[in-house]
């Protein structure tokens, strides 16, 4: 699969953009793991254009981990297509129009998914932005508002005429939020369809490397997009890699491992940022890590890992926990 010229090898796996998760560390671990792509945590195009600090910094990537796409929201073509300039001058593999967030504070005032009530303005702000830039454009979108308006069959092609080079579609609506279960028959229907000629990515309820396999097999998408799975799981993409690969599991990637990799994720963040911040960008991770379910009593100790608020405090939390997994399985 190509996306442009980027060559991202057969069946790749996408980590998806996440506000407050994918930051530069966890991008970097997830990469380590074999994610074939990964984005930035989504980036305003007002913040952007008005030079917010903390906004620019999310443009900042790495060699390492590419390739990368920056993805950014908007409500308006000037200001997407003004963002869209800045954001290349941070050279990313790919730019990432977001018409998909369905969060209130995003989708109401007309950014994000709020675009799927406005599609003659989502045309115009890809169509000027394709032409504003000379890095890859591709977009990140919903089936549509609800259930009512489900739009995507009609809308991929009219975006692909825009001048995009890969769409995401993740298979819910607007309206269902993170709520029932991701539709992959309108996302198969989209690929299936003979006009579409740009990779579709495929997003949704993808959990798990049967999941990951059922989606390539039988929506015939080019590429899987991972999102709330990968929360204190960075080491899913391998999981995943080898069993469409048709390789057994790693034996080497043991809760042992798993936890070590918790813990560099930890002094990354904090060496990273600070102690304080970098703490808060990876508590969430430990606290959803699936390797902790099963443990008798766990919400006591995730609202410790919650509640930490020194390295050092939070360290010992974890290698309590470590202790008494082991424990549980000899």
Known sequence: MKIGNIDLGERPLFLAPMEDVTDIGFRLLCKRYGASMVYTEFVSAEALIRDVAATKKKLTISETERPVGIQIYGRTTDAMVEAAKIVEEAHPDVIDLNFGCP????????????????????????????????????????????????????????????GIKALTIHGRTRAQMYTGDADWTLIGKVKQNPRINIPIIGNGDITSPEEAKRAFDEYGVDAVMVGRATFGRPWIFKEMRDYLDGKPADPALDIDKKIDILEEQLRINVERIDEPRGIIHTRRHLAASPIFKGIPDFRQTRIAMLRASKMDELMEIIENTRKLLKSMNE
Do not use: F, H, S, Y
């Open 103 to 162: 969060v209130k504070k995003v989708a109401t005032k007309g950014a994000g998914a709020g675009m799927l009530r406005n599609i003659p303005l989502m045309l115009e702000i890809t169509r000027e932005v394709v032409k504003a830039v000379n890095t890859p454009v591709t977009v990140k979108t919903r089936l549509g508002w609800d259930d009512n308006n489900l739009i995507i069959t009609e809308l991929a092609e009219q975006l692909q005429d825009c």
